[in-house]
């Protein structure tokens, strides 16, 4: 049974820093598509930050280019969101997702196995 456990979610000041991670259990994390989506309330779900996690594809949505950085860690299973300079508007919940299709990490549709997510909040 895959699950991924996402923690590290908090509240923060704007300008401050927090890292994500989403431990992944039930699959290995070898040559699938994995990310970070985030939906605000009143908002859709977005794409923040994926990655293929054979190779250096990455996507950021352009909110978070030079802020936010995804990564992953092969021996413990683990990706990970690290975001630095937060703002107001990054507040939402972060959801980990992963799909094991490797030919389309940008098809969004595709990404079918969810975490619960983490709540992160801002205040200015």
């Known amino acids: 049974q895959v699950q991924l456990v996402e923690s590290g979610g908090d509240s923060v000041q704007t300008g401050g820093s927090l890292r994500l991670s989403c431990a992944a259990s039930?699959?290995?994390?070898?040559?699938?598509?994995m990310g970070w989506f985030r939906q605000a309330p009143g908002n859709q779900r977005e794409a923040v930050a994926l990655?293929?996690?054979?190779?250096?594809?990455?996507y950021y949505v352009d909110s978070v280019k030079g802020r936010f950085t995804i990564s992953l860690d092969n021996a413990e299973n683990t990706l990970s969101l690290q975001m630095n300079t937060l703002k107001p508007e990054d507040t939402a919940m972060y959801y980990c997702?992963?799909?094991?299709?490797?030919?389309?990490?940008?098809?969004?549709?595709?990404?079918?196995?969810w975490g619960q997510g983490t709540q992160v909040t801002v205040s200015s």
């Open positions: 039930g699959l290995s994390v070898r040559r699938i598509c």
């Open positions: 990655m293929y996690t054979s190779n250096e594809w990455k």
């Open positions: 997702a992963a799909h094991l299709n490797p030919g389309s990490c940008g098809t969004l549709r595709n990404y079918n196995y």
